[in-house]
């Protein structure tokens, strides 16, 4: 059982920068790969970004390709997301999720996600 805590949402204005955190339990961290997700109102929930089990491969959307920054550091069991150059178009709750995976592959699908932090809204105002 793995528990997921996001932080660090928030209001900023578009151009601005937030750092959102993941904090995570359990002593298996290192076999989960881990993404962000986002959904904005109305909308379906979508991918964001992913990291491997090992750290060593990131996937992002185009959406934010350029701009948003994945990493996790084992040591902390936590995940963060470096979000720079914010739109409005970004406003959106942003939940962490967790894969337990064998390979060193990530996942765009939330289906195959097996936890879900209970997600932290972040506002980009125009």
């Known amino acids: 059982q793995v528990q997921l805590v996001e932080s660090g949402g928030g209001l900023v204005q578009a151009g601005g920068s937030l750092r959102l955190s993941c904090a995570a339990s359990g002593r298996t961290f290192s076999s989960y790969a881990m993404a962000w997700f986002r959904q904005a109102p109305g909308k379906e929930r979508e991918f964001v970004t992913g990291?491997?089990?090992?750290?060593?491969?990131?996937y992002y959307a185009d959406s934010v390709k350029g701009r948003f920054t994945i990493s996790r550091d084992s040591a902390k069991i936590t995940v963060y997301l470096q979000m720079n150059s914010l739109k409005p178009e970004d406003t959106a709750v942003y939940y962490c999720a967790a894969d337990r995976i064998l390979s060193q592959a990530v996942s765009t699908t939330k289906d195959d996600y097996d936890y879900w932090g209970q997600g932290t809204q972040v506002t980009v105002s125009s």
């Open positions: 990291i491997t089990r090992s750290g060593a491969n990131t």
